[in-house]
């Protein structure tokens, strides 16, 4: 994540500026306004509360907000701040952001001058989007215990919001009435409302399991930042005298006169998401376009003749990027190479891997070693400790188990970074999938076996603040790794954030990847659908390419049609290159071209839209998506399928291209289907045609 560089060394009330690109304000009154969005925060003046007194889009009406919006709200030490407390005005700043944000920083005081608090606003050219964190600093003389943390407070108008708004939540796909309180998987949640054709975005960049919104649950307002102390998972961060605590950001969208939540979810969400958050894969320049991994079915039966022979296979196959997963090490924790699989080393291996035109890549467990490992016994101090003083476990949860869990406040984080850096540097590495519990495990279900008890770790005080911390070390950890390493593709499992299919755009923000599923076994239309669903249910709140979908096998029965479906993801495919014919070999060879040559001409990794009239994948439907380049609208490609559905045709129509530019729509064989331009393409479409129950195409949009 990119840093914002702001200033606070004000201790009264100076007025260095008035003015930033996006933010105006006087003695009295703050006004953000990019064109697109405007918020008007009343200050105090000098003393009083701190209110959002309007947020709306520039244009047109907008009726969700009461004219007193509390703003924020926090507890420290057991007291109640928010912006209806009694606060004294310090200074208005202006503030940048490395990514073209540009909006105010607001310093307050409290009352009882325990708290200095600054809110920091930022907004983005031609997006309806503010950004906002608080830093809370400790103005008294002892360590004060920071809780329920609700970065945006919105207090809602009475009766109709809240019967006739729509929430989705669950990545903005799962829709229901509320009152509703959000859990793990909730980075984007929408509130909209049909009836007045206008809503909420709510996105939360807050860690794994510490993230909540919520939306009419205890009131008559919508809330977003970090879990609560009565939660399942509560947010705590001590904060030393005299020091500062930064929340992580929460992005939100006001919008209007739009029929449908998901138009503003396929175009201005991953818009942001992709220009000014700071993700890695934007950083990226070669994103993976065909990405082979030996999981399954070998699991740890893996050695040196194998992976040679599966190498090969993969590369004939066209497969651009090989892992190695579980199975090469002589334990957890040291990473040493276990030498009765690999008696030459891994160097020959990933040598040969490179040889073959295929960027190398190695699994590894980021915070997990043996009891048997040397780093284990000569430090138990790193260790994590259980509510008893033991050594835990978090991963399996069980103390009869040989892993034990490390805790990223010790040495223990700097010990794994020279690890993961030497290994990456001797054999050429691009690609670490890391893996294994740091906080929670998704496969325990017991809260008390979560986090780190110790309470001699330098980086945390409890088990509450473990969690913050563990994440926040673990985002370090991987900010060093690229910097040590440019090119690196990490992937982050879901194992690792810490629940089941859990991504978010914290993940996103220090790693490209994220292991969500095991699909596995032969079950053809089943498996491709079960792909697609995952792929939907998170995209395009979360960037496709950050979804690593597993575990499709090679020799599967009707193996085209998983590579149709997970290339709306991130392509990867397991399983037995050597049990392919020579034919199918070839055939695999087009896709894995076909899929480099798109990314090269359109840069489809960046971009992932819904396909217009085709909705969730579901059994006895036609489904699909887009991968259109929005900004330079050159093209992409488009996927249709038909998943039992009694219609043999359909009419396809794309979206975001130039209503004035001729494109060609292609099959793979570059076998031409239409000639249309971007306005025939959103309004018209063209006929395809599905004459099996169960199949799907991938098609080319290319300007003429």
């Known amino acids: 994540m990119k840093k914002i560089f702001l200033t606070l060394s004000v201790v009264s009330l100076i007025y260095l500026n008035t003015t930033a690109q996006y933010a105006k304000w006087t003695t009295s009154g703050l006004v953000l306004d990019n064109g697109v969005v405007q918020r008007i925060i009343q200050l105090p003046a000098p003393e009083g509360n701190f209110l959002t007194t309007s947020y709306k889009p520039v244009s047109g009406e907008f009726k969700y907000f009461r004219p007193s919006n509390a703003d924020f709200q926090f507890e420290a030490n057991g007291l109640t701040y928010s912006g209806k407390s009694n606060w004294k005005l310090v200074n208005v700043l202006s503030i940048k952001d490395s990514l073209q944000g540009d909006g105010a920083a607001v310093v307050l005081i409290s009352s009882d001058k325990r708290i200095e608090l600054t809110l920091k606003y930022l907004l983005y050219p031609d997006l309806p989007v503010i950004r906002k964190s608080l830093i809370v600093k400790n103005l008294t003389e002892r360590d004060v215990s920071l809780e329920s943390v609700d970065v945006e407070k919105f207090n809602v108008t009475e009766y109709e919001s809240h019967t006739f708004s729509w929430i989705y939540s669950d990545y903005g796909r799962r829709k229901s009435i509320g009152p509703y309180e959000g859990n793990v998987q909730d980075a984007l949640v929408i509130v909209h409302n049909m009836d007045w054709e206008a809503g909420i975005v709510l996105?939360?960049?807050?860690?794994?399991?510490?993230?909540?919104?919520?939306?009419?649950?205890?009131?008559?307002?919508?809330?977003?930042?970090?879990?609560?102390?009565?939660?399942?998972?509560?947010?705590?961060?001590?904060?030393?005298?005299?020091?500062?605590?930064?929340?992580?950001?929460?992005?939100?969208?006001?919008?209007?006169?739009?029929?449908?939540?998901?138009?503003?979810?396929?175009?201005?969400?991953?818009?942001?998401?992709?220009?000014?958050?700071?993700?890695?894969?934007?950083?990226l320049k070669n994103k993976p376009t065909f990405v082979y991994n030996t999981w399954h079915p070998f699991e740890y039966n893996i050695n040196e003749k194998l992976i040679m022979e599966l190498a090969k296979s993969a590369s004939e196959a066209g497969m651009k990027e090989f892992i190695i997963d579980d199975g090469w090490q002589d334990n957890y924790g040291d990473w040493g190479i276990n030498t009765q699989k690999f008696p030459h080393g891994l160097k020959p291996v990933f040598d040969y891997i490179k040889s073959l035109g295929m960027k190398p890549g190695l699994w590894l467990c980021v915070a997990s070693a043996s009891t048997k490992s040397k780093v284990y016994n000569e430090h138990p101090q790193w260790f994590g400790r259980d509510k008893y003083g033991n050594i835990s476990n978090v991963q399996n949860g069980d103390s009869t188990d040989i892993v034990r869990s490390a805790c990223l406040s010790t040495g223990w984080k700097e010990y794994i970074k020279t690890k993961?850096?030497?290994?990456?540097?001797?054999?050429?590495?691009?690609?670490?999938?890391?893996?294994?519990?740091?906080?929670?495990?998704?496969?325990?279900?017991?809260?008390?076996?979560?986090?780190?008890?110790?309470?001699?770790?330098?980086?945390?005080?409890?088990?509450?603040?473990?969690?913050?911390?563990?994440?926040?070390?673990?985002?370090?950890?991987?900010?060093?790794?690229?910097?040590a390493i440019p090119n690196l593709f990490i992937d982050c499992t879901f194992e690792t954030t810490g629940a089941l299919q859990m991504i978010d755009y914290a993940m996103v923000k220090h790693a490209e990847g994220n292991w969500l599923s095991n699909f596995q076994g032969d079950m053809g239309e089943k498996t491709d659908l079960r792909i697609r669903n995952m792929a939907w249910w998170r995209s395009p709140a979360i960037p496709a390419t950050a979804l690593v979908i597993g575990n499709s096998q090679m020799q599967d029965t009707g193996w085209e049609m998983h590579i149709k479906s997970i290339a709306g993801a991130l392509p990867m495919m397991l399983g037995d290159p050597r049990k392919l014919?020579?034919?199918?070999?070839?055939?695999?060879?087009?896709?894995?071209?076909?899929?480099?040559?798109?990314?090269?001409?359109?840069?489809?990794?960046?971009?992932?839209?819904?396909?217009?009239?085709?909705?969730?994948?579901?059994?006895?439907r036609w489904d699909g998506f887009q991968r259109i380049n929005t900004d330079s609208k050159n093209g992409g490609i488009i996927a249709v399928f038909r998943q039992g559905g009694i219609e043999t045709n359909r009419i396809v129509t794309v979206k975001y291209l130039n209503p004035a530019t001729i494109y060609e729509v292609r099959l793979m064989d570059g076998k031409l289907l239409a000639i249309l331009t971007g306005e025939e393409l959103k309004i018209n479409g063209f006929e395809l045609s599905l004459p099996d129950l169960y199949s799907g195409e991938l098609l080319e949009i290319r300007k003429k």
């Open 420 to 483: 993961l850096v030497s290994l990456a540097s001797d054999y050429g590495l691009e690609y670490l999938k890391l893996d294994f519990a740091v906080v929670s495990s998704p496969y325990v279900f017991d809260i008390a076996k979560t986090g780190c008890y110790a309470s001699n770790h330098p980086g945390h005080k409890d088990q509450h603040e473990s969690m913050y911390v563990n994440y926040e070390r673990m985002w370090e950890l991987y900010d060093e790794l690229h910097t």
């Open 203 to 283: 996105g939360n960049e807050a860690s794994g399991l510490l993230k909540r919104t919520a939306v009419f649950w205890d009131a008559a307002e919508i809330t977003c930042g970090l879990t609560h102390k009565n939660g399942r998972f509560p947010f705590r961060k001590w904060i030393k005298s005299g020091d500062s605590f930064e929340t992580p950001q929460v992005f939100t969208m006001v919008y209007n006169k739009q029929k449908d939540p998901e138009e503003i979810l396929s175009s201005s969400v991953p818009d942001f998401v992709r220009k000014h958050m700071g993700i890695r894969l934007s950083v």
């Open 581 to 620: 014919s020579p034919e199918d070999l070839k055939k695999y060879r087009l896709y894995a071209d076909w899929l480099q040559k798109m990314e090269k001409t359109y840069g489809i990794m960046n971009f992932r839209q819904d396909l217009p009239g085709f909705g969730e994948p579901a059994e006895g």
